[in-house]
């Protein structure tokens, strides 16, 4: 009799446990119900749902990315004329006859080359040093004469620029001839930068672009610099500019043939384009009017969506988009809709699959019944 009460007892707990079960079923992610709704009479809190239609789509195809236009918009630096310390300069001193200073037999003239020194100072033959940090070529070579005046023989002089250090930014990463650039007279854009460093190693929709100046950083794929001309801001002097492959991805989860990260392997890649490279919907568990894109957008793009958000979350805003494939004009909003890096695809299960899940539990539990009731009946009438 013991036997038997011990054989309910386990029995009584398999069953409470995998019947406990049916309140969270194995999934691979949230319900459409998880998604769409906290309960009833609640607003989402944590997110925006919108339901894509032609009007959303419109309004997200005017989107350009302001990854640098913004944050490090900047005119074109002044022409490269204040001289400063430890830059390069060529000095060519001439004179009004033979016989002077710095006559030879190849004129009465000299060229040489100097860097200015750590205190701001040059050094010129029979004019000693001569300040140089801080002024521009022009007032050098003013100096230079002044301090020749009654040595040399009608002196001028004429200073030019052939190294800046000052006025030099950094072309770093997957570039042919990376290093320290100085920044051209007539100013140097990103893709001028890149452009002195040899270009690029792999293709432009794949290659991201960082900048860095000072505490500010962003980042954009190259591409988006060439077709968005605003973006490609005037490099400044210190600017730090990185580049890498780093190929766009979306990431795809759920009721799809090939979930994980994808990349976009072109220019651009529109939703209807990425269920295809996921593998399309798997026929048997997915719900077709429950397909949903992860993405923070830019809130002046969402209040032209739904103009009656209340801004909540700030300049950036987390939204979930809603496409139902069960109406023929979403193949139409998905094919217009444009995937960014790093979005988020998922696919929920149907409602049939939750129900199979859930009668498959209770199929393992029936199973699990009858075995412990035939423990049960061997241990009160065991065979001799």
């Known amino acids: 009799m013991r036997s038997t009460n011990v054989t309910g007892v386990a029995l009584a707990c398999v069953l409470a446990g995998l019947l406990a079960g049916c309140s969270a079923l194995p999934a691979t992610g949230p319900s459409t119900q998880q998604i769409t709704s906290v309960g009833e009479g609640k607003a989402l809190t944590d997110y925006v749902l919108v339901n894509l239609d032609q009007r959303a789509v419109d309004i997200l195809s005017q989107y350009r990315v302001t990854a640098f236009s913004q944050r490090f918009a900047?005119?074109?630096?002044?022409?490269?004329?204040?001289?400063?310390?430890?830059?390069?300069?060529?000095i060519t001193i001439f004179e009004a006859g033979q016989g002077g200073l710095f006559s030879s037999e190849y004129g009465a003239?000299?060229?040489f080359a100097q860097r200015v020194d750590s205190d701001g100072t040059i050094t010129v033959p029979y004019g000693g040093k001569i300040k140089a940090s801080g002024s521009s070529p022009q007032e050098i070579e003013k100096r230079i004469v002044a301090?020749?005046?009654?040595?040399?023989?009608?002196?001028?002089?004429?200073?030019?620029?052939?190294?800046?250090?000052?006025?030099?930014?950094?072309?770093?990463?997957?570039?042919?001839?990376?290093?320290?650039?100085?920044?051209?007279?007539?100013?140097?854009?990103?893709?001028?930068?890149?452009?002195?460093?040899?270009?690029?190693?792999?293709?432009?929709?794949?290659?991201?672009v960082t900048l860095q100046r000072g505490n500010a950083q962003g980042s954009a794929i190259m591409k988006d610099l060439i077709d968005n001309p605003p973006e490609n801001v005037y490099v400044q002097p210190g600017d730090r500019?990185?580049?890498?492959?780093?190929?766009?991805?979306?990431?795809a989860f759920g009721a799809v043939t090939k979930p994980g990260p994808t990349e976009f392997g072109s220019e651009k890649v529109t939703l209807l384009e990425a269920v295809g490279k996921s593998g399309g919907l798997v026929d048997s568990r997915s719900d077709p009017g429950a397909f949903f894109v992860f993405r923070y957008e830019p809130d002046?793009?969402?209040?032209?969506?739904?103009p009656d958000y209340d801004g909540r979350f700030g300049a950036k805003v987390p939204v979930v988009y809603r496409v139902d494939l069960r109406d023929p004009r979403a193949y139409f909003y998905a094919?217009?809709?444009?995937?960014?890096?790093?979005?988020?695809?998922?696919?929920?299960?149907?409602?049939?699959?939750?129900?199979?899940?859930?009668?498959t539990i209770i199929g393992q539990a029936r199973n699990l019944a009858s075995t412990y009731e035939t423990l049960d009946r061997t241990l009160i009438n065991p065979r001799n």
Do not use: C, H, M, W
């Not at 094919?335 to 009668?359: H, P």
């Open 335 to 359: 094919k217009g809709f444009t995937v960014r890096d790093r979005d988020v695809l998922y696919v929920a299960n149907s409602a049939l699959t939750e129900l199979q899940k859930f009668l």
């Open 300 to 306: 002046s793009a969402l209040k032209q969506i739904k």
């Open 109 to 111: 003239r000299v060229t």
């Open 74 to 90: 900047a005119p074109r630096p002044k022409p490269n004329q204040i001289v400063g310390i430890g830059d390069g300069l060529s």
């Open 147 to 208: 301090a020749l005046e009654g040595r040399a023989i009608q002196p001028q002089a004429l200073v030019a620029i052939q190294e800046t250090v000052e006025r030099t930014y950094v072309l770093a990463g997957e570039v042919a001839n990376g290093g320290r650039k100085p920044i051209s007279a007539a100013g140097d854009r990103i893709l001028d930068a890149i452009a002195s460093g040899g270009g690029l190693r792999a293709a432009a929709y794949e290659t991201r």
């Open 241 to 251: 500019v990185y580049v890498a492959r780093d190929p766009e991805i979306f990431l």
